[in-house]
């Protein structure tokens, strides 16, 4: 039977977790991270260190999930005619080229639909540039890998909270990094607005408060547009309950909104070891196992730019 591992990786760590299939659920047998700091004089080699530190495993069996950043990627609300569903991927292309910065007609697209009226209908729109499909495919192959799916990390880590949760409210999610933190939209359980936002380095508690605050409501008024008269009602943080809990009650102050939190592994089963001791900062796995839980179920991911075994857009 075929085992799954996820990943991801930004300029200071890459995340793994590798799960087998139980029925339309999965286990997680390992989640860790990879630091990806350069020593110096040393050029980091991303797909060498995967290696060293998937060495062990049986690779021949994983499917790749890997999941991309917002920031290296292109995505915009577009605007299209009522068509025809088998009609809409062309469509969508044909506007995106008009209206994205930088999109060729080569680049990978995906999108997910969003509101339909007898006169238009908007749909979130992504696109990514080859040459990053071709160097996560590259460095993928010097660990012995070889991606399956290809999928924006916000909508992974969204599917995790929908899948687990299942509230329907007007909500914010936040995934904090090392660097940066991934601020996402969900109206009706599904996204319609997502940003990355840069944190301060070296700052405390009270300052990072301040900060992702107003990352906050800038993020909330950006996406007014795409909510149809509703307002963000919930603020969540993916994490630890207590690691987060003084800067979570502080942006609670800051916002008025109730703020909660996500243990992205509460009700994922985990093998023995990984039970004992889960891996540091919890919250930075959501995305991962969100991959790993519309995988299992053998469901279709919101935005997939490889899109092996389906047409593509």
Request: proline fraction near 5%.
């Amino acid at each position: 039977m075929a085992r799954y591992l996820a990943l991801e990786w930004d300029a200071r760590e890459a995340r793994v977790a590798i799960a087998r299939p139980r029925g339309s659920e999965f286990v997680v047998e390992e989640a860790f991270s990879i630091d990806l700091t350069a020593r110096e004089g040393e050029e980091v080699d991303v797909g060498a260190r995967l290696s060293a530190a998937l060495a062990g495993q049986d690779l021949r069996r994983l499917e790749t999930l890997v999941a991309v950043g917002r920031a290296n990627i292109e995505l915009r609300v577009l605007s299209v005619p009522p068509v025809p569903d088998d009609e809409l991927p062309d469509i969508v292309r044909f506007q995106a080229v008009k209206q994205f910065t930088t999109m060729g007609e080569s680049w990978p697209l995906d999108f997910v639909p969003l509101e339909k009226s007898d006169e238009a209908q908007s749909v979130l729109a992504a696109a990514i540039a080859p040459d990053l499909v071709d160097q996560i495919r590259k460095t993928s192959k010097v660990a012995g890998l070889a991606p399956k799916r290809l999928i924006l990390r916000p909508f992974a880590a969204a599917a995790l909270w929908r899948r687990r949760k299942q509230d329907q409210r007007c909500t914010l999610i936040i995934d904090m990094l090392i660097e940066d933190a991934d601020l996402t939209v969900l109206a009706d359980g599904q996204v319609v607005f997502t940003r990355t936002v840069r944190l301060p380095q070296g700052a405390d508690e009270e300052a990072t408060a301040r900060v992702l605050s107003g990352e906050i409501r800038r993020t909330i008024a950006a996406a007014q547009n795409q909510l149809a008269g509703k307002r963000v009602e919930s603020v969540v943080f993916c994490g630890d309950n207590e690691a987060q809990a003084g800067l979570r009650s502080q942006v609670q102050q800051q916002l008025s909104l109730e703020v909660q939190y996500f243990d992205p592994f509460e009700g994922v089963a985990t093998a023995d070891r990984l039970a004992a001791k889960g891996p540091d900062h919890p919250g930075r796995y959501a995305p991962l196992l969100g991959l790993l839980a519309v995988e299992s179920a053998q469901e279709q991911h919101a935005l997939d730019f490889l899109k092996i075994g389906r047409a593509h857009v």
